[in-house]
């Protein structure tokens, strides 16, 4: 596994995710997007991140209800 570090303060903005992936490890979620990292190169890389059951509910719930009013605004757009 390798580090990314990121030249300016947080919060680290990536380019658009091209897939995720979550999956249950214990007690815990592990999510795992595939984007392109700033300084390696233009092929996507493996980002992931561990959070409890309950994190990863509320961005469920959240990326449900982002991802509909992102979907109506492209419809909009069309």
């Known amino acids: 596994m390798s580090e990314v570090s990121f030249p300016e303060p947080p919060p680290f903005d990536l380019l658009?995710?091209?897939d995720?992936?979550?999956s249950p490890e214990g007690e815990a979620?592990?999510?795992t997007l595939r984007a392109i990292v700033p300084?390696?190169?233009p092929t996507p890389q493996s980002i992931r991140t561990a959070m409890t059951w309950k994190v990863a509910r509320?961005?469920?719930d959240e990326l449900r209800?982002?991802?509909l009013e992102a979907e109506l605004r492209a419809s909009q757009r069309d």
């Open 58 to 60: 509320k961005l469920a």
């Open 39 to 41: 300084g390696h190169g």
């Open 16 to 18: 658009l995710s091209q």
């Open 20 to 22: 995720a992936v979550a």
């Open 65 to 67: 209800q982002a991802s």
């Open 29 to 31: 979620v592990t999510v």
